[in-house]
């Protein structure tokens, strides 16, 4: 079975720029993740999907993050503008009946 | 407001040896899960063992066993006969209705040769 698929895997960017993640989750799970994790912490909630709605994104930044997953299967994450507390792995993950599985996640170096 | 802690930052354990992983919740909820998540340096979460709260039986996954205290609120997790490969951050994770999961800090492990 095919896992979650995120894209890029790195990348750096300068403070001030924009960047977008990609995420592809497993097929048939509805629910859809994105985290955030700085490192030497647990990963943070920013948003989660049900199909193509938003369940809760309590803790997105939506001055600068945002989020989408229009037709309810893959996901983009994006922030505009970056900041250096940006520097985190991005998690992407997909649910269904009560197991996450997680993609391999996008490390964002914000100079 | 649920809240899931992990007091060791960090353990060590010898290869071939018993390690136990504490983890402790805060939930007025009855019914929920929880989990046991591994990060190599890889960086990829992947799933170890769950436990749903309605079962008194402790969930085992071959080397990887849990000792859950609903009353106490404890979740721990046991690794016996330690290997090299379990090296790795371990988080404990709670999940409530509407699949909403929280994670604790994490446990760096270092399996010693």
């Known amino acids: 079975e095919a896992g979650v698929a995120q894209s890029p895997r790195y990348k750096i960017i300068e403070k001030r720029q924009s960047v977008a993640f990609w995420c592809n989750p497993i097929?048939?799970?509805?629910?859809l993740y994105w985290y955030q994790q700085i490192l030497g912490q647990g990963p943070k909630l920013l948003i989660q999907f049900q199909n193509n709605g938003v369940v809760d994104d309590s803790q997105l930044p939506k001055d600068r993050f945002s989020a989408e997953r229009l037709k309810g299967v893959d996901s983009t994450l994006k922030i505009q503008p970056a900041k250096l507390e940006d520097s985190a792995v991005y998690l992407c993950a997909s649910s269904f009946q009560g197991a996450k599985f997680f993609g391999p996640g996008t490390r964002l170096t914000v100079l | 407001a649920q809240t899931v802690t992990q007091s060791q930052p960090e353990m060590s354990v010898q290869e071939a040896e018993t390690v136990t992983l504490s983890c402790t919740y805060d939930t007025s909820e009855s019914d929920y899960y929880l989990f046991w998540y591994k990060q190599p340096p890889s960086r990829q979460m992947i799933l170890v063992i769950r436990q749903e709260a309605y079962k008194q039986q402790n969930a085992t996954e071959n080397r990887f066993s849990v000792n859950f205290q609903k009353a106490a609120k404890s979740f721990s997790l046991k690794i016996s006969d330690s290997q090299l490969g379990d090296a790795a951050m371990y988080f404990c994770?709670?999940?409530?209705?509407?699949?909403?999961?929280?994670f604790g800090t994490g446990t760096s492990l270092t399996v010693i040769p």
């Open positions: 097929s048939g799970h509805a629910t």
């Open positions: 994770a709670y999940r409530r209705g509407g699949n909403q999961f929280y």
